[in-house]
């Protein structure tokens, strides 16, 4: 019997719908596609200025350490993380990436009887983790790209374990203020777990109406909140990620984890990171810096966008996004389509250095006036 005459292994109904998360393209395959000399990857969210050099330097220290296990439990990393934090190290848990701890979430708490809710453009890695265990998923419309607190509130029902919702929201860019998100959790039951993903906090902190969820877990144990060194940190290829939560629901998780999840170079840089206030302190400007240009710009070219505390803006094109996405492409600018997320006419653009995101404006006038002109 040859392999195609075997017939193929049944994989577990719950995961047929699943559709793999789809990454940006890397930058070498749009270069050799198209025959570009420069690629500008405004695709990911990622820190355009790269990791701290401090980083840098406790990788290279690290690496002659690499026949070694990393420390199963992140002792350093977490004693540094509840220090800056003020917060227990009982209270912490890495992950490979917070995208991990979100799966953990999702295995420890959801099931076919335990339902998610979350919002309908919010980030897809929720829904994902409720297929994964096998659990319906409410997902809430947004009202004009925001979370519609109301709407989910009411959605809640016995059977309702878990809400996830990213404050700001990848890929809408909008945020909740402090006095909304303290309304909403007094109304949720305590023993539904709202999973607040931070994941562009530190970008997001600098407006003045933004929620810290670390505050708000002594009235709020069911809080789990979901932090990264994806964004900010520039530290996205490294996969480290952590949550604060009550020890309760950490040690859940914990035995949902698999042991070494938070790889040892990962944990160094990390830490390094966390000490280099410099190097955050100038992402988080240039970022603010980058933002506003860019809306400024996309509206001058008519565009409508919507607010972000994030390292990335929304913007509707007006015309398929596949198609203006693929004319981008062609000019060497890579952004991300949102038709996946059931927004057809959107890019998501993430903020790159001033001359990468002239550089994404100006291709992105070139191609609508193309495209009107129907070259
Ligand atoms: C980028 C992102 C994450 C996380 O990423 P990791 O790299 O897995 O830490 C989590 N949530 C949202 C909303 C994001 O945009």
Not at 46 to 57: R, Y
Not at 334 to 346: F, H, W
Not at 351 to 373: M, S, T
Request: hydrophobic fraction near 40%; proline fraction near 7%; aromatic fraction near 6%.
């Amino acid at each position: 019997m040859t392999q195609q005459d075997a017939p193929p292994p049944k994989i577990n109904r719950n995961l047929k719908k699943l559709i793999p998360y789809q990454p940006g393209r890397p930058i070498e395959e749009v270069q050799r596609e198209f025959g570009l000399e420069q690629v500008h990857k405004l695709a990911s969210n990622e820190n355009p200025l790269g990791p701290s050099p401090q980083a840098v330097k406790a990788m290279l220290a690290a690496a002659g350490e690499m026949h070694r296990y990393p420390d199963g439990d992140g002792y350093y990393l977490k004693q540094a993380l509840a220090e800056r934090l003020g917060v227990a190290p009982e209270e912490l848990i890495l992950g490979n990436g917070s995208d991990e701890i979100m799966v953990l979430l999702a295995l420890a708490y959801l099931s076919r009887l335990r339902f998610l809710i979350t919002s309908d453009h919010a980030f897809v890695r929720y829904r994902m983790g409720a297929e994964l265990a096998g659990a319906p998923a409410y997902l809430s419309p947004m009202r004009d790209m925001r979370h519609n607190l109301e709407d989910i509130v009411a959605a809640i029902g016995p059977r309702t374990s878990m809400i996830c919702l990213d404050v700001p929201c990848n890929p809408t860019g909008a945020s909740i203020s402090r006095r909304e998100l303290s309304r909403f959790l007094e109304r949720v039951p305590p023993l539904v777990i709202v999973v607040l993903d931070q994941a562009y906090y530190e970008y997001a902190n600098a407006d003045r109406n933004y929620p810290d969820g670390l505050r708000l877990r002594d009235e709020h144990p069911n809080l789990v909140v979901l932090r990264t060194f994806s964004k900010a940190y520039g530290l996205a290829g490294l996969r480290i990620g952590y949550a604060v939560a009550r020890p309760e629901i950490i040690k859940d998780l914990d035995r949902v984890r698999p042991p070494f999840n938070a790889n040892r170079m990962a944990q160094a840089a990390a830490l390094a990171a966390l000490g280099d206030e410099a190097h955050l302190r100038g992402s988080v400007k240039a970022n603010a810096e980058g933002l506003a240009r860019m809306q400024k710009g996309l509206r001058a070219l008519g565009l409508k966008t919507w607010p972000s505390l994030a390292n990335f803006v929304l913007v509707d094109v007006g015309l398929d996004c596949r198609v203006v996405f693929q004319e981008l492409l062609k000019l060497g600018v890579v952004t991300r389509p949102m038709a996946g997320y059931g927004i057809e006419t959107c890019l998501r653009i993430s903020i790159g250095r001033p001359a990468e995101n002239r550089a994404c404006l100006a291709a992105l006038a070139k191609v609508l006036k193309e495209l009107a002109r129907g070259d």
